[in-house]
């Protein structure tokens, strides 16, 4: 028995709930891309491989047909992703037009991936009547919008004019419905080079999205892009299956903005619904009437209502909060130093709930420094920083479990980074006698723990673009062998 079903209502369309009860990492279904292709609005990439080509006349290109390949895939004497359109442009003579400058957008691009979803569509109809047809496409909310008359121009014109799609039955509309689907349903990977692709997923897009999912996804490149789900809790027979579309490190304004401009609805999620975001208070802003309480939207749901003090009943406009935050973003984008890192989120302190967004994107780059930028790598880390960097860690975790629970990517990487400065400060302890042989050992054994959790959700990434995959491997061959030390 499959251990989800499809259902359907007013609400969410078709979605995904669970037919039994679940456990936590307890594998779902796995989900071959009926497409892949470039994204959007790019920069001029190889059409096989996707790295990027230079888009002027001195880029290589496809001797079939004159479109962009790199070096390395012209030589190819088979194409895999770029084979059915090589023969479409060049039976029809559609030649790609060199850009002026190399950094130019390559819009002539836009049309592969529609057009490589209306190809396989030819061969089969059956996968795209099942699945890709009934996918959203928001044609309603989308006719009329720029983005809508750009592609009218720019890939149904030129698929209908120079490339003579209508001679094989092809229409403006279902032109139209394969841009919509791809917009509102497609995944953003990476390929074994960490070039970006999107990737059309039928099965994934019928779960709904939810700013607390239950779900995770690892797009395998080294295999065809095969997406493999799991649950990242324990799920109840009946609960419905929820995955994200959207940055669960986004205070709810910029996720609501990012739903409703790429996916076309607003979220009533739970932690959308709470103006304290499940108690985190990961949107909230210190108020400066009172200096005490914390600053909350009155209504998460509408970015225009205004915000007040949970203590003294002071009220602000949407616009001078959202001005304070954009002020704070661009200083903190500005430089990435430790020092800065660090004084900025004294400084914040004053203006913003510790637990903010923008305190946490600080602190996520602190733990991204502490043990690997040149002067702070963690053989010249003095013990204050490897102490510093467990607290970030534990800080960070201590979100991620209530917006991420479970075994998702996001807490095994937290969880790798966690567990180092927690073995090298126990030794630096023992070294000192600060701790007994017997408390070292605790210590050592408590980062082995950790150290497996994230090895084990870790397990299920491809290896190809997941380092850390190997790395925690290795991380606890070696930490076995000091435990057996010990
Ligand atoms: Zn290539
Ligand atoms: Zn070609
Ligand atoms: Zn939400
Ligand atoms: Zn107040």
Same mark, same amino acid.
């Given at each position: 028995m499959?251990?989800?079903?499809?259902?359907?209502?007013?609400?969410?369309?078709?979605?995904?709930?669970?037919?039994?009860?679940?456990?936590?990492g307890?594998?779902?279904?796995?989900?071959?891309?009926?497409?892949?292709?470039?994204?959007?609005?790019?920069?001029?990439?190889?059409?096989?491989?996707?790295?990027?080509v230079?888009?002027?006349?001195?880029?290589?290109?496809?001797?079939?047909?004159?479109?962009?390949?790199?070096?390395?895939?012209?030589?190819?004497?088979?194409?895999?992703?770029?084979?059915?359109?090589?023969?479409?442009?060049?039976?029809?003579?559609?030649?790609?037009?060199?850009?002026?400058?190399?950094?130019?957008?390559?819009?002539?691009?836009?049309?592969?991936?529609?057009?490589?979803?209306?190809?396989?569509?030819?061969?089969?109809?059956?996968?795209?009547?099942?699945?890709?047809?009934?996918?959203?496409?928001?044609?309603?909310?989308?006719?009329?919008?720029?983005?809508?008359?750009?592609?009218?121009?720019? &890939?149904v014109?030129?698929?209908?004019?120079?490339?003579?799609?209508?001679?094989?039955?092809?229409?403006?509309?279902?032109?139209?419905?394969?841009?919509?689907?791809?917009?509102?349903?497609?995944?953003?990977?990476?390929?074994?080079?960490?070039?970006?692709?999107?990737?059309?997923?039928?099965?994934?897009?019928?779960?709904?999205?939810?700013?607390?999912?239950?779900?995770?996804?690892?797009?395998?490149?080294?295999?065809? #892009?095969r997406?493999?789900?799991?649950?990242t809790?324990?799920?109840?027979?009946?609960?419905?299956?929820?995955?994200c579309?959207?940055?669960?490190?986004?205070?709810?304004?910029?996720?609501?903005?990012?739903?409703?401009?790429?996916?076309?609805?607003?979220? *009533?999620?739970?932690?959308?619904?709470?103006?304290?975001?499940?108690?985190? *208070?990961?949107?909230?802003?210190?108020c400066?009437?009172?200096?005490f309480?914390?600053?909350?939207?009155?209504?998460?749901?509408?970015?225009?209502?205004?915000?007040?003090?949970?203590?003294?009943?002071? =009220?602000?406009?949407?616009?001078? &909060?959202?001005?304070?935050?954009?002020?704070?973003?661009? =200083?903190?984008k500005?430089?990435?130093?430790?020092?800065?890192?660090?004084?900025?989120?004294?400084?914040?302190?004053?203006?913003l709930?510790?637990?903010?967004?923008?305190?946490?994107?600080?602190?996520?780059?602190?733990?991204d420094?502490?043990?690997?930028?040149k002067? #702070?790598?963690?053989?010249?880390?003095?013990?204050?920083?490897?102490?510093?960097?467990?607290?970030?860690?534990?800080?960070?975790?201590?979100?991620?479990?209530?917006? =991420?629970?479970?075994?998702?990517?996001?807490?095994?990487?937290?969880?790798?980074?966690?567990?180092?400065?927690?073995?090298?400060?126990?030794?630096?302890?023992?070294?000192?006698?600060n701790?007994?042989e017997?408390?070292? #050992?605790?210590?050592?054994?408590?980062?082995?723990? &950790?150290?497996?959790?994230?090895? =084990?959700?870790?397990?299920?990434?491809?290896?190809?673009?997941c380092?850390?995959?190997?790395?925690?491997?290795?991380?606890?061959?070696?930490?076995d062998?000091?435990?057996?030390?010990?």
């Amino acid at each position: 028995m499959d251990p989800y079903v499809i259902e359907k209502n007013s609400q969410f369309g078709r979605f995904l709930i669970a037919s039994r009860d679940l456990k936590s990492g307890e594998y779902l279904f796995e989900d071959l891309p009926f497409a892949v292709g470039p994204k959007a609005r790019t920069y001029c990439c190889c059409l096989e491989c996707y790295c990027p080509v230079d888009g002027t006349a001195s880029g290589t290109r496809c001797e079939n047909c004159s479109w962009p390949l790199c070096n390395e895939c012209s030589k190819l004497s088979e194409f895999s992703a770029h084979k059915r359109e090589c023969e479409i442009f060049r039976e029809a003579k559609c030649k790609f037009f060199n850009l002026p400058d190399a950094n130019a957008t390559c819009m002539q691009l836009d049309c592969i991936t529609p057009l490589r979803v209306l190809l396989e569509r030819e061969i089969n109809m059956e996968r795209w009547k099942n699945e890709v047809e009934p996918m959203e496409d928001h044609r309603e909310k989308r006719i009329n919008s720029n983005a809508w008359k750009e592609d009218q121009q720019n &890939i149904v014109g030129y698929l209908l004019g120079p490339c003579k799609l209508g001679q094989r039955g092809i229409t403006a509309e279902l032109i139209h419905k394969v841009i919509g689907v791809l917009e509102v349903n497609a995944f953003e990977a990476k390929t074994i080079n960490s070039n970006s692709v999107r990737c059309l997923f039928t099965k994934l897009a019928i779960s709904s999205h939810s700013c607390i999912p239950n779900t995770t996804h690892a797009i395998h490149p080294s295999d065809n #892009f095969r997406m493999h789900v799991r649950a990242t809790v324990a799920i109840e027979k009946g609960s419905q299956l929820f995955s994200c579309y959207t940055y669960t490190q986004n205070g709810t304004l910029d996720r609501q903005q990012h739903l409703m401009e790429g996916k076309y609805f607003q979220c *009533h999620c739970e932690r959308c619904l709470d103006p304290t975001e499940l108690g985190t *208070h990961f949107s909230s802003m210190k108020c400066s009437s009172c200096l005490f309480g914390d600053v909350l939207s009155s209504n998460p749901l509408d970015s225009e209502a205004n915000w007040i003090c949970n203590k003294c009943s002071q =009220e602000n406009s949407a616009e001078t &909060i959202k001005e304070s935050l954009k002020a704070l973003q661009d =200083e903190v984008k500005c430089t990435k130093s430790v020092e800065f890192l660090e004084s900025s989120l004294e400084e914040y302190e004053g203006i913003l709930n510790p637990n903010h967004y923008i305190m946490m994107s600080m602190k996520s780059s602190l733990v991204d420094a502490y043990g690997h930028l040149k002067g #702070f790598q963690y053989h010249e880390l003095p013990e204050l920083y490897l102490r510093r960097k467990i607290d970030l860690c534990e800080d960070l975790l201590s979100i991620l479990d209530i917006f =991420e629970k479970g075994k998702s990517r996001a807490r095994a990487m937290m969880l790798y980074e966690l567990h180092t400065p927690m073995v090298l400060f126990a030794k630096s302890q023992f070294e000192i006698d600060n701790l007994t042989e017997e408390e070292y #050992f605790k210590h050592l054994l408590r980062a082995r723990e &950790i150290l497996n959790e994230s090895r =084990e959700i870790l397990e299920w990434e491809d290896e190809s673009i997941c380092v850390l995959k190997k790395y925690a491997k290795l991380s606890l061959e070696y930490l076995d062998k000091l435990i057996n030390k010990a």
